[in-house]
């Protein structure tokens, strides 16, 4: 199989939340790795009154978000700076067809992105655009799709929604937790302090419980979407 993975995650700081330990891992074992962010971020905070005030924000994420990657060995990262906890709001075959894009340009054998239930709507959406450009009509790249977690996000969700995440793949991280920190130290200002779930301490405890699953230091879980072998 090639080679070849695609991220997919709604907003800078999701795509190392949901498997910075995994990217580490995978281009350490030789793969690449390409990141898809969706949406801008930051803009529908209620404190970023000013335009000129949340511009200056969204190109500090940004450069945040090329500083993790970078770190993490990522070849890439696009966003397409879609409206910020808004995709709803944007036509979805218009969404599709900008993942379409960044798939025929990358040609990625395995994506990752986010699990359907998670409580955030472009958390959602950015699941239903990969699975539907990601449809498997004959001779198509995408081979296997896998869905990750996302702490205050996935763990949110209510407790009856129909989809609810239980994984059913894990990479041990026991050696990559440290990069997956790191990581996140690119995008401190998107982390909380503890007990909030997105604190450096949950996500460390969340990859050790993870890890106690299957009997390792440290894991990072997903659900299998795909598999063709």
């Known amino acids: ?20 330990g995994t990217m580490s891992k995978k281009i350490k074992e030789g793969y690449r790795v390409d ?3 969706m949406g801008q971020g930051l803009t529908s905070r209620k404190n970023d009154h000013s335009k000129n005030k949340i511009k200056e924000n969204i190109i500090k994420l940004k450069k945040n978000s090329m500083n993790a990657n970078k770190f993490i060995g990522a070849t890439s990262v696009k966003n397409l700076l879609l409206p ?3 995709m709803d709001t944007v036509n979805f075959l218009k969404v599709v067809h900008l993942l379409e894009s960044e798939i025929l340009i990358n040609k990625p054998s395995i994506v990752f992105t986010h699990h359907l239930g998670d409580l955030n709507i472009d958390h959602k959406i950015t699941h239903q655009a990969v699975i539907t450009a990601c449809r498997p009509v004959p001779n198509f790249c995408v081979k296997k799709i896998y869905s990750f977690e996302v702490l205050s996000s996935t763990e949110w969700q209510s407790s009856s929604d129909n989809n609810p995440f239980v994984p059913t793949y894990f990479e041990d991280i026991s050696d990559h937790l440290k990069d997956k920190i790191n990581a996140l130290k690119y995008y401190d200002s998107e982390m909380r302090k503890a007990p909030h779930a997105r604190s450096y301490e949950n996500v460390e405890n969340l990859a050790k419980f993870r890890g106690s699953s299957i009997g390792v230091a440290a894991a990072e879980a997903f659900i299998t979407i795909r598999d063709i072998n």
């Open 84 to 86: 910020d906890n808004a």
């Open 35 to 37: 990141v898809v962010i």
């Open 1 to 20: 199989m090639k080679k070849q993975i695609m991220i997919v995650a709604a907003h800078p700081d999701d795509e190392i939340l949901g498997c910075g």
